[in-house]
């Protein structure tokens, strides 16, 4: 019921925002791209690897536009990841997500924020603003006032850009930071786009090799590795680290205590790092397994090597890119399944490409990173 009412509201705003600006673009002056622009608005909501992956489109603006102040609007809750991203000039924080779920969609409140956010960026005038992903981004860019609106018009209502953008996010689609990067310039993402700050002394180890994993996914179950493979992986690494940390929300905790239970001697962070101590974990760490999910995008963003896990989502748009960084996922012929639109579920309720993908896999691909 939470779906239907979320995707009828999306509909329906889209196609009223659509109207408002088809009829707006006949009265409007044909507007032209600035040669030089000094002040860029780029946009991106929604998860953690979301915001990851959109950091890319910064780095391609800083490289176009070198004189430009770049500012990147996201929510507030990310706020600690884009302040490390050096091609950022300022953050803009904005929770859209108000605007979008039910039934915080009824508060009032949140749309006199989001009416406040709008009446502050169109009082700034910007000569660029990109939207990288989702139709309340793209929105936001069309009603910014800038002097020139970028973005994927598939993912947006009609008329919303000067510059539309054909294509779509699909399986089989480029990755998540190229079509980041394309709302900016025709070029390849930077995907170290973090900066590795000094850590904190309880996060550096001296035990080498330390890799960390992290098990959990906030973005559907059909994402997570069993516990058992975990535990499987625990023995097979156990003699060719020198620490093993796991990380991640409470609910990571069920694959550390089994780990403990079989025996294998973990550093257990879950549920007990702020999102600054997380980025000092994966910074400090030679290798990271995660699944598909925020931290392990974060990682690679950090530059850290990477072996992800992949079961119902796409590798070739959702795998961690980085060429020092290993996707693996088990090939059936129901997947990838994940459809963009809701948490990634399995619809026979078995996760056998999950199930499948062996430990061994996992190690072999950890000790190529190593080397």
Same mark, same amino acid.
């Given at each position: 019921?939470?779906? %239907?009412?979320?995707?009828?509201? *999306?509909?329906? &705003?889209?196609?009223?925002?659509?109207?408002?600006?088809?009829?707006?673009? /006949?009265?409007?002056?044909?507007?032209?791209?600035?040669?030089?622009?000094?002040?860029?608005?780029?946009? @991106? /909501?929604?998860?953690?690897? $979301?915001?990851?992956?959109?950091?890319?489109?910064?780095?391609?603006? %800083?490289? @176009?536009?070198?004189?430009?102040?770049?500012? /990147?609007?996201?929510?507030?809750?990310?706020?600690?990841?884009?302040?490390?991203?050096?091609?950022?000039?300022?953050? +803009?924080? /904005?929770?859209?997500?108000?605007?979008?779920?039910?039934?915080?969609?009824?508060?009032?409140?949140?749309?006199?924020?989001?009416?406040?956010?709008? @009446?502050?960026?169109?009082?700034?005038?910007? $000569?660029?603003?990109?939207?990288?992903?989702?139709?309340? =981004? *793209?929105?936001?860019?069309?009603?910014?006032?800038?002097?020139? @609106?970028?973005?994927?018009?598939?993912?947006?209502?009609?008329?919303?850009? $000067?510059?539309?953008?054909?294509?779509?996010?699909?399986?089989?689609?480029?990755?998540?930071?190229?079509?980041?990067?394309?709302?900016?310039?025709?070029?390849?993402?930077?995907?170290?786009?973090?900066?590795?700050?000094?850590? =904190?002394?309880?996060?550096?180890?001296?035990?080498?090799?330390?890799?960390?994993?992290?098990?959990?996914?906030?973005?559907?179950? =059909?994402?997570?590795?069993?516990?058992?493979?975990?535990?499987?992986? *625990?023995?097979?690494?156990?003699?060719?680290?020198?620490?093993?940390?796991?990380?991640?929300?409470?609910?990571?905790?069920?694959?550390?205590?089994?780990?403990?239970?079989?025996?294998?001697?973990?550093?257990?962070?879950?549920?007990?790092?702020? +999102?600054?101590?997380?980025?000092?974990?994966?910074?400090?760490?030679?290798?990271?397994?995660?699944?598909?999910?925020?931290?392990?995008?974060?990682?690679?963003?950090?530059?850290?090597?990477?072996?992800?896990?992949?079961?119902?989502?796409?590798?070739?748009?959702?795998?961690?890119?980085?060429?020092?960084?290993?996707?693996?996922?088990?090939?059936?012929?129901?997947?990838?399944?994940?459809?963009?639109?809701?948490?990634?579920?399995?619809?026979?309720?078995?996760?056998?490409?999950?199930?499948?993908?062996?430990?061994?896999?996992?190690?072999?691909?950890?000790?190529? &990173?190593?080397?």
């Amino acid at each position: 019921m939470k779906y %239907r009412s979320r995707t009828f509201l *999306g509909v329906t &705003l889209r196609i009223l925002f659509g109207i408002a600006f088809s009829i707006a673009s /006949f009265s409007r002056t044909t507007r032209t791209p600035p040669m030089e622009p000094l002040s860029v608005l780029i946009v @991106r /909501f929604d998860l953690m690897g $979301d915001i990851v992956n959109a950091l890319s489109a910064t780095a391609a603006a %800083r490289e @176009r536009w070198p004189k430009a102040h770049i500012v /990147f609007m996201a929510p507030p809750r990310w706020k600690a990841i884009v302040d490390r991203c050096e091609t950022v000039d300022e953050i +803009l924080p /904005f929770d859209a997500g108000e605007l979008t779920h039910w039934p915080t969609v009824l508060n009032v409140r949140a749309w006199f924020s989001a009416l406040r956010m709008l @009446r502050n960026v169109r009082a700034r005038r910007f $000569d660029v603003a990109c939207s990288v992903y989702g139709p309340v =981004a *793209g929105v936001v860019v069309a009603l910014s006032g800038a002097a020139w @609106r970028v973005g994927y018009q598939n993912e947006a209502p009609a008329r919303s850009f $000067d510059e539309p953008i054909a294509g779509h996010r699909q399986n089989g689609g480029p990755h998540e930071a190229t079509m980041a990067t394309r709302v900016v310039a025709n070029t390849h993402p930077q995907w170290k786009v973090l900066s590795r700050r000094s850590r =904190a002394t309880d996060v550096v180890t001296e035990k080498r090799p330390h890799v960390v994993i992290h098990p959990g996914s906030s973005h559907g179950e =059909a994402k997570r590795w069993p516990v058992q493979n975990w535990v499987k992986l *625990g023995h097979l690494i156990q003699g060719r680290v020198g620490q093993l940390t796991i990380i991640g929300l409470s609910d990571a905790s069920t694959v550390s205590h089994a780990l403990s239970n079989s025996g294998t001697t973990t550093s257990n962070r879950c549920g007990r790092t702020s +999102l600054e101590e997380l980025m000092d974990v994966l910074q400090d760490a030679d290798v990271v397994i995660s699944t598909d999910s925020g931290p392990g995008h974060l990682a690679r963003a950090l530059g850290t090597p990477v072996v992800m896990l992949h079961g119902p989502t796409d590798i070739s748009i959702h795998g961690p890119g980085a060429p020092n960084c290993r996707a693996l996922r088990v090939q059936l012929p129901c997947g990838p399944c994940y459809d963009f639109k809701r948490p990634a579920e399995c619809q026979y309720s078995d996760t056998l490409c999950m199930h499948w993908l062996k430990a061994t896999s996992v190690r072999e691909a950890m000790d190529e &990173l190593l080397e």
